[in-house]
């Protein structure tokens, strides 16, 4: 199993060097000896499981810092457990208030520290397994609509601030309701898990999004993705699907199975323009299907 990583941040060496010697062994221990590092660590290329954060850093505010990171969705879930050499129940509060899961006050015990640690990063892992299965298709184990739906917002207000674009791809199944008529729903439901391997094996990037919108249509959600890279995606995906060769007799036109796609990519100027993404994405899969279906259209 692979270790979890713990970030430890605190400008005293001897602190410091203390709890990467009673964590060490068991963590990856990454360090920062101020605010502005661990933010650089946090936005890094691997988020920490968990932050040891010292109340009282040289160049920001620990409680500071910790409202920063609290405040960005994409850190908003990593536990921080505060240390502190005061203790007061004032600043405990102030903590709690900011998101901090915990406080350890120095100095320290060891077995203290890592009985927290372990309990904290048990409930993390409790609460994101939780969160896998509210947010997967029991069908198909891909992301579900709400799942989507989420990080299209998360998304969107990214693209909007930095000024980047997204995509979105609407896919639908075409004949479906003819496949499931003449093959039965244990056919139908077996389509649909092969199809969304073939989608989902068609992206490269972590951050793309492929979903189970409902029934027999999925969404596709790309971040910093342009028209051009959204078309292709797509026509990769289509062209995944006809190779998976599930057997069509019923269709009327195609004597396999194929999919439809609609694709969209824009910087949005406000989160009104991500919603209307999705309505241009179903828009441009509408114009597929008139167009004779196994197919992919761009919208604008």
């Keep these: 199993m692979e270790r979890a990583t713990i970030l430890l941040v605190d400008d005293d060496p001897i602190s410091m060097e203390l709890l990467d010697g009673i964590l060490g062994e068991t963590y990856r221990c990454l360090k920062a000896m101020g605010g502005e590092e661990a933010l650089g660590v946090v936005g890094g290329e691997e988020l920490p499981d968990l932050v040891l954060l010292d109340v009282n850093l040289p160049d920001m505010d620990g409680f500071e810092l910790c409202r920063r990171i609290k405040g ?5 879930a990593v536990p921080i457990i505060f240390v502190t050499a005061t203790g007061s129940a004032e600043n405990e509060v102030h903590g709690f208030n900011l998101g ?3 406080f350890l006050t120095k100095p320290f015990s060891a077995a203290v520290v890592r009985a927290r640690v372990k309990t904290h990063l048990r409930l993390k892992a409790q609460t ?17 609509r709400r799942r989507f739906d989420a990080a299209l917002e998360l998304e969107g207000r990214r693209a909007y601030r930095e000024r980047l674009p997204l995509a979105v791809l609407f896919i639908d199944v075409d004949s479906f309701k003819a496949y499931n008529d003449h093959y039965g729903h244990g056919a139908g439901d077996e389509c649909l898990r092969k199809v969304a391997d073939a989608l989902q094996g068609a992206v490269c990037r972590p951050a793309d999004l492929v979903a189970r919108y409902g029934g027999e249509e999925f969404a596709v959600l790309m971040p910093n993705t342009d028209r051009e890279g959204a078309l292709e995606v797509a026509e990769r995906m289509r062209e995944g699907v006809e190779r998976i060769c599930i057997r069509h007799d019923f269709s009327g036109d195609h004597p396999m199975v194929t999919v439809s796609i609609g694709a969209v990519a824009a910087v949005p100027g406000g989160m009104e323009e991500v919603a209307a993404l999705v309505d241009q994405a179903d828009q441009a899969l509408y114009q597929a299907k008139g167009e004779g279906k196994n197919r992919v259209c761009g919208a604008g």
């Design 72 to 76: 960005d969705d994409r850190y908003a």
């Design 100 to 102: 901090a899961v915990d």
């Design 128 to 144: 994101e397994m939780l969160e896998r299965m509210a947010w997967l298709d029991g069908l198909t184990s891909l992301p579900n």
